[in-house]
């Protein structure tokens, strides 16, 4: 009863959301630039869903510690569990690569209830409600979040894969100028981080890609592929930019399956490469 509730409320923060235009020009022009093909009522249509999908995601993610053992395994679906597996069986940690897309904070808090140890590294950010709200149900959930300095990073996540933990990076963050490089997303270059191709490479962590899916009867369909390795032809920075670029051609094959799971409100092509294109 408590989740249908919180379902419905959810639902509905979603409309208002898009009724009072809350980053609805933002929403718009992405939608614009990724399918130019589309007409502007098949965009709006996305848009308007995207918001409803949004206000729909909070309600999981905070009851999600409340949640039994056996009622997390009867919530995700699974597709390419083994694929996790054998990537935490090489013993030097794991980095999950994940999106905005779905339910992306119940896929850490839920499965490290399930006993995988996930840790999710962020920038400290302004004190708020909803902030304090959020870090207090990842705390509970177990998730182990490291909050860092500008610079500090690397060495955080580096000693998260030593001890064995699945390092949570999305992908889909845009990145100032001098720590980007530029794959395409939707064919525009993209301010993307090089860190998990990064750290893979110096700590022989095993890479996947991974993503929540979630569906009509209310479960989620947790998809895995990989894992993935970074070429070493001995030119570091096209081997580093190649393997970011597989990861957000993988993301954006799910992003046009499922155009209302990602979060187009936020400026993902923000930084422009020098030559501005």
Known sequence: MMRRLLDALGTFAGWLLWALHVRRRVVMENLRLAFPEKGEAERRAIARATFVNLGR????????PR????????????????????ARARGKGVIACTAHFGNFELLAAGHNLKGVPVTMITRAMGRSRFNDLWRGARARAGVEDLVVKKGETLRAAVRSLKEGRVLGYVIDQNQPRRRAI???????????SPA????????GAAV?????VPLEDGRHRVVFEGPLEVANT????????SFM???NDR????????PSRWYWLHRRWKTRPEDGR
């Not at 995601?57 to 999600?64: I, Q, S």
Request: net charge negative; proline share 6%; hydrophobic share 45%.
């Open 234 to 241: 001995g030119d570091r920075d096209r081997d580093v930019l």
């Open 208 to 212: 996947v890609f991974v993503l929540d």
């Open 67 to 86: 949640m039994t053992r056996e009622e997390l395994e009867r919530l995700f679906v699974y597709e390419g569990w083994e694929i996790l597996e054998a």
């Open 182 to 192: 530029f794959p395409t997303f939707f064919g525009v270059p993209a301010a993307t």
């Open 196 to 203: 998990p191709a990064v750290l893979s490479l110096r700590t």
């Open 251 to 258: 993301l954006e094959r799910h992003v046009r399956q499922h």
């Open 245 to 247: 670029q597989d990861l």
């Open 57 to 64: 995601t909070a309600p999981e993610f905070f009851l999600a």
